[in-house]
């Protein structure tokens, strides 16, 4: 009787897991960073170089009258005007940058992708906490996936490794009791030493395999080539 493997979580799928939601929770907040303070002090500063142009053109006006700018010092003191008449000492004083924003920006996008990003962050993140204790395993006679299906070796009539030595997967295509066709995954980097898990099905099995087809064009014979082989 063969001895049983048995194949747990790898530390590089828990580290991939774990970067994944980093990177998207960290988009998510950067976003909502923006909805929430970055992009309204950036409206309210929009906001107020308008007030301020519209100020200095009241003022244009109120002296073309023929009013004196004692006089509208008057006016701005009754109004509350800002007393500087250029943008960049009057943004210099509030801790605003020289150049205005060009626009008002709408926040509606970044609540939106702020909130996909974090969703998306902590789907992974459930999904690494759910297979954490996940395993594959095999015997002699069969392998049984992560989610508790058995597969035969006997039932396995088609195995796919294309992918399996860039991405450490194959694919088994089996019969279930009823006679339906199914898949299973043997994934060599979630789960370490699945591997072993594969070389014993391939003992066993009868069926089709499907690996990596070469692109390689094949090399045309040479003149000596041929005279040698007919020697």
Known sequence: MADPISCSITPWY??????????????????LYDGFIGYPKKNAIYDEHVKFMEIQDEKAAFLEEGNTSSDWAKVVVEKGYPKQ??????????????????????????FFFGALCCGIGLAILGT??????????AD??????????RVLFSSA???????????????????????????AVIDDLKFGGADKIL?????????????????????????????????
């Open 85 to 110: 008449d250029d943008w960049i000492d009057y943004a210099a004083d509030n801790g605003w940058p020289e150049e205005p924003p060009e626009k008002r920006y709408s926040t509606t996008d970044q």
């Open 14 to 31: 828990t580290k991939r897991m774990s970067l994944m939601t980093l990177m998207f929770v960290g988009f998510g907040l950067y976003f």
């Open 140 to 149: 002699g006679l069969s392998f049984t996936s992560p989610k508790g299906e």
């Open 157 to 183: 009539h088609r195995i796919d490794k294309r992918k399996w030595d860039n991405k450490g997967l194959a694919y088994v295509h089996y019969w279930d009791e009823k006679e339906k066709e199914r898949r």
């Open 199 to 231: 070389d014993r099905l391939l003992e066993n099995f009868e069926g089709e395999l499907v690996e990596r087809v070469s692109t390689e064009a094949p090399s045309e014979s040479t003149p000596e080539s041929e005279d040698s082989e007919t020697a």
């Open 128 to 137: 690494m906490m759910l297979n954490r204790g996940k395993v594959l395993r």
